[in-house]
Nanobody
Framework: HVQLVESGGATVQAGGSLRLTCITS????????LAWIRQSPGKKRDVIAS????????LYADSVKGRFTISRDSAQNRLYLQMDSLKPEDTGRYYC??????????????????WGQGTQVTVS
């Protein structure tokens, strides 16, 4: 089955940078779109960035556009999120996710069927 394991979360100062990594494994994961989903305190989980199977097309939520970069290395089974110019409102738990069947390339959470356990990012 698909497994996703995130790492790289930390406490950083506003204006700083951080890179999150997700190790992916399981059947056909290289043929699935991948995403980063964030849950900030008191808020619901939102997809903030997604990347297609080829690593070419990307989508970003307005809140992170221009500051975050999603990328994948399918040969190494890795998904990354480079986060720059971090703000306190970026604080939250970040989850790696993979698409399920009948996927539509959007930022809609319902299309991502597989999730990791998350990694915590705190921006002070």
């Amino acid at each position: 089955h698909v497994q996703l394991v995130e790492s790289g979360g930390a406490t950083v100062q506003a204006g700083g940078s951080l890179r999150l990594t997700c190790i992916t494994s399981g059947p056909s994961v290289s043929r699935k779109a991948l995403a980063w989903i964030r849950q900030s305190p008191g808020k619901k989980r939102d997809v903030i960035a997604s990347v297609d199977t080829g690593g070419v097309r990307t989508l970003y939520a307005d809140s992170v556009k221009g500051r975050f970069t999603i990328s994948r290395d399918s040969a190494q089974n890795r998904l990354y999120l480079q986060m720059d110019s971090l703000k306190p409102e970026d604080t939250g738990r970040y989850y790696c996710a993979a698409s399920g069947p009948d996927f539509v390339f959007t930022l809609e959470k319902r299309y991502f069927s597989y999730w990791g356990q998350g990694t915590q990012v705190t921006v002070s």
